[in-house]
């Protein structure tokens, strides 16, 4: 049975969702599992609703994205122009508490 592969957790705004879409495209193609957030306020052929991400769903799905870096090998994150929101900080210093290495993609 071959090896396990990298499991790798993404952080960064979702103001960046071209930017963590192409680092899950190179993440990928190197053979790792990634694990990232996803954009939820777009509008998507396969929605259900058009309802908006209402607060207590996202304070659920910052919750969620901790658990996936606790499944991380380690946590790549995309801040370009070293732009590191608080919920990105709050998943960083996350990561560095449970031993995670952190590496920024681009500076930070």
Do not use: N
């Amino acid at each position: 049975m071959p090896p396990r592969p990298e499991v790798v957790c993404l952080c960064g705004s979702l103001r960046f969702a071209e930017e963590l879409a192409e680092a899950t495209r190179v993440l990928t193609l190197a053979g790792a599992i990634v694990l990232a957030p996803v954009v939820l306020d777009r509008p998507s052929d396969l929605s259900i609703t058009d309802e908006p991400v209402s607060e207590e769903q996202r304070t659920a799905l910052g919750e969620l994205h901790l658990r996936r870096i606790d499944l991380a090998d380690r946590v790549p994150v995309v801040a370009p122009g070293g732009h590191l929101g608080e919920s990105t900080r709050r998943e960083v210093a996350y990561a560095r508490a449970q031993g995670k290495p952190v590496a920024f993609a681009g500076p930070a």
